[in-house]
């Protein structure tokens, strides 16, 4: 069974860069069949799609982050990445990864719980 | 591309059914049989219950289903549980795009 955790400061300075890792256990990070995914929640609001990586080549990105995002995968280590650059106050939001496959579908499963990172001087 | 439109909360006693829509626009939920759905319990990851406008993963109670009409998309909860109470948030693709709906809370009275 696929699992997915998030790691990554949970604090970080206003104009900096937001960086986090998602781990993939129980399956292969190389497979072709799959998106790699980031999708984040700010306290009290909604559901944010931010981006997605596939891991024999290409990205998309949420045409409102897209001049700040960055998504690298990392097979060694079985994990894949997000940065967020210039970060503000509206970027605190819960952080998650998301597994979506790769054909004529789209849904996201599993999710990896999430975690808090908080944007303040 | 706005978030799809969902209603703030539902309710419901044990046993009822509640149906919570989703509402797009030709550019997602309408162009697209491409509608998940996911339970999410505070402070858990999120859960997909339904995906592909109706179809339900292994393991998911045959009480969620889940349809569309037009740009709106439905998720029908049938005899209800204690257990469904959790925030419901509709997603849709939008061409190498996905965005969430606004998130529904279910309370269970």
């Known amino acids: 069974q696929v699992q997915l955790q998030e790691s990554g400061p949970g604090l970080v300075k206003p104009s900096q860069t937001l960086s986090l890792n998602c781990t993939v256990s129980g399956g292969s990070i190389s497979s072709g069949s799959y998106y790699w995914t980031w999708i984040r929640q700010p306290a009290g609001k909604g559901l944010e799609w931010i981006g997605r990586?596939?891991?024999?080549?290409?990205?998309d990105y949420n045409p409102s982050l897209k001049s700040r995002v960055t998504m690298s995968v990392d097979t060694s280590k079985s994990q894949f990445s997000l940065k967020l650059s210039s970060v503000t106050a509206a970027d605190t939001a819960v952080y998650h990864c998301a597994r979506s496959p790769v054909g004529a579908t789209h849904f996201f499963d599993p999710w990896g719980q999430g975690t808090l990172v908080t944007v303040s001087s | 591309q706005s978030a799809l439109t969902q209603p703030r909360s539902v309710s419901g006693s044990p046993g009822q059914s509640v149906t919570i829509s989703c509402a797009g626009t030709s550019s997602d939920v309408g162009g697209y049989n491409y509608v998940s759905w996911y339970q999410h319990h505070p402070g858990k990851a999120p859960k997909l219950i339904i995906y592909d406008v109706t179809k339900r993963p292994s393991g998911v109670p045959d009480r969620f289903s889940g349809s569309k009409s037009g740009y709106t998309a439905s998720l029908t909860i049938s005899g209800l549980q204690a257990e469904d109470e959790a925030e419901y948030y509709c997603?849709?693709?939008?061409?190498?795009?996905?965005?969430f709906g606004t998130g529904t809370k279910v309370t269970v009275l």
């Open positions: 997603c849709s693709y939008a061409g190498s795009f996905t965005v």
């Open positions: 990586i596939y891991t024999h080549g290409g990205t």
